[in-house]
């Protein structure tokens, strides 16, 4: 079965490319951001592209990169979390969230289990998620760690299911080539049996998803996605060419 195509846009101008070129919808992160894994875009520039959309935006709700120290990425400060609850809010009240279009909100928060791994912080995601009613939240690739972990990832999914998330964006595991990880994937895909979408993201390319056709192409229409920046070699935007090849092995 075919796959719907999500792409990671980091500009106004590649989000409108992404829409003409056929993608299903994008995720929006702030300009230059790529580096750091995609960061909040700036409300103005959320402003100016919305009008422009016909295809859902999931928007990035991500206060920093990941820290400079080497340490455990997504557990964030209160002041880091502060800031994500009033992105959430800011965002929601200018109205540039279309629920009916399909945008919504996209996140993950960690936190240190006391077997010294690394866990979903169902506190405060759900809290956030509750903020973001209507507008629906995906959680994106901090579950990586914990999809890669065979004691961990089933339980993981449970959580985000209680915090009330629409959405998984998710590599299988790290170092995040989702390509290597098709067999955790599908048992993400039959654990939540079409209650969360999947959306399989991490270094998907055009030469890379005829073997994740095959393994994920066969749930429900609609609970399995593919995520890819689909970025040129320098870095700096989408390549459109890339991204016909790439709708097209998908849609085939």
């Known amino acids: 079965m075919p796959l719907p195509l999500e792409v990671a846009v980091f500009s106004s101008q590649d989000a409108l490319t992404a829409q003409s070129s ?35 935006a999931r928007v990035m709700i991500r206060p920093r990169g990941p820290p400079a120290d080497g ?30 279009r399909g945008d919504g909100f996209v996140f993950g928060v960690l936190k240190k289990h006391e077997d010294g791994g690394y866990v979903v ?4 995601c759900k809290a956030l998620v509750d903020a973001a009613k209507p507008v629906p939240c995906v959680f994106h690739r901090a579950f990586d760690p914990i ?18 998330f629409e959405g998984l964006l998710t590599a299988g595991g790290t170092p995040g080539k989702f390509c290597e990880n098709l067999e955790r994937l599908e048992e993400l895909a039959k654990h939540v049996d079409g209650k969360l979408q999947i959306v399989a993201g991490g270094g998907v390319r055009h030469h890379n ?3 994740p ?6 749930y429900k229409k609609g609970s399995v996605w593919v995520h890819s920046a689909a970025l ?13 090849k790439l709708l097209a092995q998908i849609q085939s």
């Open 71 to 100: 340490s455990m990425d997504f557990i964030y400060s209160e002041a880091e979390l502060e800031l994500m609850r009033e992105a959430v809010s800011e965002i929601k009240a200018a109205g540039v969230m279309d629920v009916a």
């Open 213 to 218: 056709l095959g393994v994920l192409g066969g």
């Open 121 to 124: 912080d169902e506190e405060v």
């Open 232 to 244: 040129r070699s320098s870095g700096d935007g989408v390549d459109e060419e890339e991204l016909t």
């Open 147 to 164: 999809a890669e972990e065979d004691g961990a990832w089933a339980s993981g999914l449970d959580a985000l299911l209680r915090c009330g």
């Open 22 to 56: 056929g993608a299903h919808r994008i995720e929006f992160n702030a300009p230059g951001s790529y580096p750091d894994g995609g960061l909040t875009p700036p409300l103005d520039e959320l402003r100016l592209l919305s009008p422009q959309l016909r295809i859902p």
């Open 209 to 211: 998803v005829g073997e």
